[in-house]
């Protein structure tokens, strides 16, 4: 989904320029012209992602990204830096001031445009980790973590071992963890019974071979053993000057690169950006544990294994309080099982049993990472999907009655065809900021279940095995 932007420049004519920039990828921008300002925009708006532009000073521009980082409004939202006085010194200031990057504002357009998907994709987990911490902390069940204090191990990635060694002696003094050298082709074909792998890779962007590098976070992302590891990108000259480099830089974040240097090797500034993505590592672990393990007993359905009713009513909460703030709509859907009670009648209470854990598991196959899955009932089902359109609910619904009428369900020795009705609804953002709605989200929220309920009815008086979608989305 597009992101929201803040802009913050005090000259205008900049402000419209990069205001044209952010929305040509159709990202929608909000402007600030100060410090004053741009902390009331953000916490108006609680933007996915700020631009401070080149009318800050490089020490005005780090000034204001630490500002951003300690204020409540702000603290958390990757804040990138575009500032004319580039230089090497430049974009370690701007990491130790707590920003992403510092970029030449004539940075390639494709460039920028791939840095600002890499931020906002990153975003958009973290914002669900909050989402998830934040529920289970209404449910009483927050815990405080240990602090991570584990030194990770990091893979220095080069063809040459003479240059892996090099990179390794001159980080050694600057970071508390393992660096060890690996050849790109031993990375490859290491096997997962050697244990855990390392947390990051640091790989080598080579100029006489530009595109292994490309090749080789194509597949750290394909495998499962490396997929959720951090990869920095370390580039430089090559053939066709800067603008290649650029373009390469902007497919490899796009390809997964976790983070790159197109001005190659600067120790002080790959330090800082290891520190920062081994952070990112832990937040995106702990969020995969969380969605893995789930909260606790108490919140889950004992017998599928899904988020329970519990657990689901609270979250929803959250997601339309996200919603409020950004304006983005997220959808219900109720789903249920066609003609249960028949499957129970006819072939006992287990065979059913096994029924809904295999509906469970073909559902839980079939959503993204970001939307809620809950069992609410006997044999019905709720998803929750934020940040979503019509259309996009439209596919996935249809794709969910496919993946349960397409085949059998193989329960014990019976196989059973098996079909389910979904019905629809899509928040109305307006009703959950009506005066009030915010102490008494619940009100709102029943409103919209309602409505998603009444889409289901249909959909069952109408022949079963189909998608309803409720009337004030049609």
């Not at 065809?417 to 900021?433: H, K, L, N």
Request: charged share 25%.
């Amino acid at each position: 989904m597009p992101g929201q932007i803040l802009v913050i420049d005090p000259v205008a004519a900049n402000r419209i320029v990069l205001r044209s920039r952010v929305t040509a990828s159709c990202h929608s921008a909000v402007q600030a012209d100060g410090p004053g300002e741009a902390l009331a925009r953000a916490a108006e708006n609680r933007p996915d992602l700020i631009l401070l532009g080149p009318g800050l000073a490089g020490e005005d521009a780090c000034d204001m990204a630490r500002r951003l980082a300690a204020a409540p409004a702000s603290r958390g939202i990757p804040v990138l830096i575009l500032t004319r006085s580039f230089s090497p010194d430049t974009v370690r200031d701007a990491l130790l001031a707590g920003a992403e990057d510092a970029l030449d504002p004539g940075a390639q357009e494709g460039f920028l445009q791939a840095r600002i998907r890499c931020l906002l994709r990153h975003r958009g987990a973290l914002d669900e980790f909050a989402a998830r911490s934040l529920t289970e902390q209404q449910l009483g069940l927050g815990e405080d973590r240990a602090a991570f204090h584990r030194p990770a191990t990091i893979a220095l990635v080069t063809q040459q071992a003479v240059k892996g060694r090099a990179w390794r002696a001159a980080l050694t003094p600057l970071l508390p963890h393992r660096l060890d050298w690996h050849a790109p082709q031993a990375v490859l074909t290491g096997s997962a019974e050697d244990g855990p792998g390392p947390e990051l890779y640091v790989v080598e962007d080579s100029p006489e071979a530009p595109d292994d590098s490309l090749r080789f976070l194509a597949e750290l992302r394909s495998r499962g053993a490396t997929r959720t590891a951090a990869a920095i990108l370390v580039g430089g000259p090559g053939p066709g000057g800067s603008e290649s480099v650029a373009r390469r830089m902007a497919m490899a974040l796009d390809i997964g690169a976790s983070d790159v240097m197109r001005h190659g090797f600067a120790v002080e500034e790959l330090a800082l950006r290891c520190t920062l993505q081994l952070a990112r590592k832990r937040d995106g672990d702990r969020l995969r544990n969380r969605v893995q393990d789930g909260l606790r007993e108490a919140m889950r359905d004992p017998l599928t294994g899904l988020y329970n009713r519990r657990y689901a009513m609270p979250h929803l909460d959250r997601i339309a309080a996200r919603a409020v703030q950004t304006g983005r709509r997220f959808a219900l859907m109720m789903v249920d099982l066609d003609r249960f009670k028949l499957v129970n009648d006819t072939y006992g209470h287990a065979t059913g049993d096994q029924v809904l854990v295999e509906t469970a598991a073909r559902l839980a196959e079939n959503v993204r990472e970001q939307d809620l899955l809950a069992r609410i009932g006997g044999e019905e089902f709720l998803i929750a999907m934020p940040e979503t359109d019509l259309d996009n609910v439209r596919r996935a619904a249809a794709r969910l009655r496919r993946v349960m009428a397409d085949r059998p369900v193989a329960a014990g020795p019976e196989r059973l065809a098996v079909t389910v009705s979904i019905g629809i609804a899509m928040a109305d953002i307006p009703a959950f900021r009506a005066p009030g709605a915010l102490q008494a989200p619940g009100l709102a929220m029943r409103a919209l279940m309602e409505q998603a309920d009444r889409a289901l009815y249909r959909a069952k008086a109408q022949g079963r095995n189909t998608v309803k979608i409720g009337r004030s989305a049609a």
